[in-house]
C-alpha cells in the first residue's frame, strides 16, 4: 500500500500563500480535525499563534496532497530543495502543450504569481513569496 503524504511550505504572509495555491491547484481550505474547534489546534501551531499564521488546503475531490502553509519570521534564502509541478493535460500535438502551458501560466501570473523562466517544456514560475513551482504538461 503506498504511503500518503502532506507538502508543507514556509511563508510570511500564510494566508496570501494560500490563496494562491487554491487558485494554482483547485484546492479548498481544510476543515478542523474532530475535536478541534480551530484552525490553530487543527494546524498545530505554535502557542499563541495567531489563525493567520497557517493554512491547510486539500484536494477537493481527496486525490492530491494536503498542502499545509505556515508562517516563519525568516524570509526564503535559496533555491527550493523540491518544488511542484502543476501539470495541464498533456494530449495533443506539442504545440497544443505549450499552449496550454503558456496559457496556465498567464492564469497563475494573474493570481500573483510570477514567471522566472520559459524552457522547451515547461515554465518556471515562483508564487507570491518565491517559492519555485513549474507549469508543465501532463504525459501524454
Do not use: Q
Not at 530543495?81 to 498567464?106: C, K, M, N
Not at 501570473?109 to 507570491?128: K, N, Q, S, Y
Amino acid at each position: 500500500m503506498a504511503v500518503a503524504i502532506d507538502l508543507t511550505l514556509y511563508c510570511e504572509n500564510a494566508r496570501l500563500v494560500a490563496e494562491f495555491w487554491k487558485t494554482a491547484l483547485g484546492y479548498v481550505d481544510e476543515i478542523p480535525a474532530a475535536g478541534h474547534a480551530t484552525g490553530e489546534e487543527s494546524f498545530a501551531l505554535p502557542a499563541g499563534g495567531a489563525e493567520d499564521d497557517g493554512a491547510c488546503l486539500r484536494d477537493p475531490e481527496g486525490a492530491g496532497p494536503r498542502l499545509s502553509i505556515f508562517r516563519v519570521p525568516e524570509r526564503k534564502t535559496a533555491e527550493n530543495r523540491l518544488h511542484i509541478d502543476v501539470r495541464v493535460p498533456g494530449d495533443g500535438t506539442a504545440a497544443d502543450r505549450w499552449e496550454r502551458i503558456r496559457a496556465e501560466a498567464a492564469r497563475l501570473v494573474r493570481a500573483g504569481g510570477t514567471i522566472l523562466e520559459a524552457f522547451d517544456d515547461h515554465i518556471l514560475m515562483a508564487d507570491p513569496e518565491d517559492n519555485e513551482f513549474r507549469v508543465t504538461a501532463s504525459p501524454a
